[in-house]
């Protein structure tokens, strides 16, 4: 079974610090990983992935994150805070096909991320 | 290009009562997946159709049933609904098969009292 742990409920930046949002994760094979960002009562937002390749991915709105595969780690990353990232962060993991269902994500809980003025 | 749109916005049901929540997939997109967001949690997956079969399924019960039809579009079914139904429920859509990104749709706020 696969799974996605985010241990930090909370995390305050100010602005213009860099972030970092953790995940770690556990799956058979190798993993295909994702982003996703929410804002209040809205649906998931795609930030970024890795698949295969580069361990340093980037994505939308200056986000990237690194892949670690010994420590099984995927965190979120930004050079510079910005008030508009407060949100709402999900990772999650997929194992390569193996069938049916194989497809489906696992997220984490989240990481409120509050970047503070 | 359209993205992923749901229907209804929100919904108010009664517990016992059956409900049906409508989801457009994004423009190209053959893979519909539906998951369970209960508050304060992240999304939980119920079920994924591909070409309209079910194609793998989570951890939920028979009471909650779907449909893919031949424009990819996708219904959720939920019958005798229970108070613990109540979630936000996120419909997402993809190219299935290799490592594609999901996309997803606003989401449908269930309640159910």
């Known amino acids: 079974a696969q799974s996605v742990a985010q241990p930090e409920d909370q995390v305050n930046v100010a602005e213009g610090n860099p972030l970092t949002v953790k995940c770690t994760y556990s799956v058979s094979g190798n993993p295909y990983l994702f982003w996703y960002v929410q804002y209040p009562n809205r649906g998931l937002q795609f930030l970024l992935k890795y698949i295969t390749g580069d361990n340093l991915v980037k994505g939308s709105y200056g986000f990237e994150a690194e892949f670690n595969k010994s420590q099984t780690s995927f965190h979120l990353k930004k050079p510079s805070a910005l008030v508009s990232d407060s949100a709402l962060y999900f990772c999650a993991v997929r194992a390569p096909y193996s069938g049916a269902g194989s497809y489906q994500l696992t997220f984490g809980k989240g990481t409120k991320l509050s970047v503070i003025p | 290009e359209t993205g992923v749109t749901q229907s209804p916005t929100h919904l108010i049901k009664t517990r016992g009562q059956q409900v049906t929540l409508r989801c457009s997939s994004q423009s190209g997109h053959n893979t519909v997946s539906w998951y369970q967001q209960a508050l304060g949690q992240g999304p939980q997956f119920i079920f994924q159709?591909?070409?309209?079969?079910?194609?793998g399924r989570g951890n939920f019960p028979p009471r909650f049933s779907g449909l893919q039809f031949p424009n990819y579009s996708s219904e959720l079914n939920v019958n005798a609904l229970e108070l613990d139904d109540s979630a936000l429920y996120l419909c997402?859509?993809?190219?299935?098969?290799?490592?594609?990104?999901?996309?997803f749709g606003p989401g449908t706020r269930l309640t159910v009292t």
């Open positions: 159709y591909y070409r309209e079969e079910e194609n």
């Open positions: 997402a859509s993809s190219l299935g098969g290799a490592p594609y990104e999901q996309y």
